[in-house]
């Protein structure tokens, strides 16, 4: 069940691009055709604390030291590279591509002639413990807010655009039944997700969607997940969101196939 505002509603603008900002590829997963172009953050993990900086700097140097990054998906010699190390990252090829990417984003955000929806999604791994070391998003929601409202002010200010907005989408988690963790970490013996048509009719049927106000001033606006019992894979209950999204048929790159 999904409760959106009935005024000023994220879901009343019709958006240009969709832009993943974190924490994961799940926002890139849950979108699917609506991806128009690539981003630098589709792929990778990228830590809250790290997007002000980024964007500060326009995201020049992003690649492979920019902070809070952590390079998931580079590109690799293929296999066939003859006199190259095969399967190793071709480090020159992905600052070319990601350089690419960046600027992209960079230069929508100075024209400031596009409706862009910047999206971040919490995200928990479900095998670790709230406080294992390998959990990359664990802060509050509160402090993951505060970092959103100084990005928004960087893109008013510093970039002077005002046909941004932002969506962060998290999960309220409390009636989750705990599971087997040991020394932190649950077996996947021990859990598994639900795949296919089941996780499909829990995100659309079981999971409650609400949209939050009192960010608007800041161009944000937060919706929180009630999973119940349930665990989904975030790209399963974002593309539940996703779908009432409304996507503009504005293309301004000519793109190869693979969305470089």
Known sequence: MKYWLKNNSFLDTQYDYMVSIGHRC????GLHYMRKSSFPFDWQITDIDGLVPLFKNELKDIYPNGPGVTWVHQIHYPPEFEGGPEGK???EKTLETYNRRAQRLV?????????????????????????YYLQKDMHSVNYD????IE???IFKNQYKNDKFHILYVYQDTRH???LNFVDEVCSFDDFSLPIDTESVNLA????VYIEQDGFKQHNITPVVVYPGKYRLEG??????????LKLSDTQDFTLPYGFA
């Not at 807010?145 to 959103?148: A, T």
Request: net charge positive; hydrophobic share 35%.
């Open 26 to 29: 799940c926002v890139g997963q």
């Open 89 to 91: 990252v071709d480090v």
């Open 107 to 131: 230069k929508l955000l100075k024209d400031n002639d596009r409706k862009l929806l910047f999206i971040r999604s919490k995200y928990t791994w479900y095998w670790y413990e709230n406080n």
């Open 145 to 148: 807010l505060h970092h959103l």
């Open 151 to 153: 990005l928004s002010k």
């Open 176 to 178: 989750w039944e705990k």
């Open 204 to 207: 659309e049927n079981k999971l």
């Open 235 to 244: 790209n399963r209950y974002l593309t539940e969101i996703f779908k009432d």
